[in-house]
Nanobody
Framework: QVQLLETGGGLVQAGGSLRLSCAAS????????MGWFRQAPGKEREFVAA???????YYSDDVQGRFTVSRDIDKNTVYLQMNSLKPEDTAVYYC????????????????WGQGTQVTVSS
């Protein structure tokens, strides 16, 4: 069992930055691929970014070049640094964990956090 807790959401103006954190507890953090998803009002949840502790990260086309996903193994935490934010980035952001060792864009995620709201004003 893995518990995930996201923090760091809030209100920011367009062009600003936020950093989301997701603290994991439970089983060995290193074993899991960690992802970030988001869901805007009236829309389906969508993939944002993800990474294993090894290898290259994965990003959606919408955030490539603006967002950075990183992991601190010692702190059991995954981060999402969001720069050049746009109003269309407004959503509830979720952290998730998967045991899948391959493509994290298409993996089935087993554990989810409760979400944190990000609102970008124009």
């Amino acid at each position: 069992q893995v518990q995930l807790l996201e923090t760091g959401g809030g209100l920011v103006q367009a062009g600003g930055s936020l950093r989301l954190s997701c603290a994991a507890s439970g089983r060995t953090f290193r074993e899991y691929g960690m992802g970030w998803f988001r869901q805007a009002p009236g829309k389906e949840r969508e993939f944002v970014a993800a990474r294993h502790w090894w290898g290259s990260p994965y990003y959606s086309d919408d955030v490539q070049g603006r967002f950075t996903v990183s992991r601190d193994i010692d702190k059991n935490t995954v981060y999402l640094q969001m720069n050049s934010l746009k109003p269309e980035d407004t959503a509830v952001y979720y952290c998730a964990a998967t045991t899948v060792g391959g493509n994290l864009r298409t993996a089935v995620y087993d554990y989810w956090g409760q979400g944190t709201q990000v609102t970008v004003s124009s």
